[in-house]
């Protein structure tokens, strides 16, 4: 049995039509039923726009060995500073047989812009 996850605000993403962009509230308000994926550089996952409670860190330059420890029974959302390298990562996703992924529109940036909930790690 599967645990997908429907989002309201999804929208194909305007640089790849087989990629869907989803709005960082509603990831705010489901992060308890999906896998959040940060495909973002350690440094930036710890800097300054921090990152999402829960979400697990695989850069997007390490995604394909890791790429079938993802879950295939559950939701996935990737996320990185602006929506750009997270899309890359869904497509990578999708081509290896995942089929509920999601981008988070707008990343980290448009996540913070929101005023929504982060986690810093100490310096």
């Keep these: 049995m ?6 309201s605000s999804q929208e194909t993403n305007p640089q790849i039509d087989i990629v869907y962009d989803v709005s960082p509230g509603e990831v705010n308000l489901k992060k308890e039923k999906i896998e959040l994926i940060d495909v973002r550089q350690p440094s930036e996952y710890d800097g300054e ?32 500073r602006s929506g ?7 497509v990578i996703a ?10 988070m529109k707008g990343g980290m940036l448009l996540w913070n812009e929101m005023g929504l909930s982060v986690e810093r790690s100490p310096l």
Excluded: Q
């Design 94 to 103: 999708k081509d290896n047989g995942l089929d509920s992924v999601f981008n």
């Design 2 to 7: 599967s645990d997908f996850v429907d989002f």
């Design 84 to 90: 750009a390298r997270s899309t890359n990562a869904a």
């Design 49 to 80: 726009l921090g990152h999402i409670a829960g979400s697990k860190l695989i850069p997007l330059d390490t995604l394909m060995d890791h790429v079938n420890d993802l879950p295939k029974d559950k939701t996935i959302v990737f996320i990185c």
